[in-house]
């Protein structure tokens, strides 16, 4: 199976997933975070490692400072924000259905999954 193939399969297993089981709760979301928060610090040195391994002469301390803790903050940003990001917004409803005692808003969720490839050629 090629690269290409096992990439289309995992996202049609998580698209599959994401059908038969919906969006995750919030606590489930906030959960997975702070768990991907900790894996990342946990293996910072294994991830600097790798890092220079696959580059050659990458100074540790970039990559420390670029590929760890750069993305801590936006981590903390969606630990801290992820429930006010997905509150009800409460909206007027049109007229007639508002006086017939309508109630409307919009409900913030995922749509899915999504696959994303990025090249990145930091050194």
Request: glycine share 6%; charged share 25%; aromatic share 12%.
């Amino acid at each position: 199976m090629s690269n290409y193939d096992e990439m289309n399969q995992a996202l049609k297993e998580q698209k599959d997933f994401f059908i038969k089981n919906g969006a995750p709760s919030i606590e489930l979301r906030i959960d997975r975070l702070q768990r991907l928060k900790s894996l990342i610090m946990d293996n910072r040195y294994d991830f600097v490692d790798a890092l220079n391994a696959d580059f050659g002469n990458r100074s540790k301390n970039v990559s420390m400072l670029s590929d760890v803790y750069g993305i801590m903050p936006a981590i903390n940003l969606a630990i801290k924000n992820v429930k006010k990001w997905n509150k009800v917004e409460k909206k007027s409803s049109n007229f007639p259905f508002g006086l017939l005692g309508a109630k409307s808003y919009v409900k913030y969720e995922p749509l899915g999954t999504v696959g994303m490839i990025s090249p990145w050629n930091f050194q």
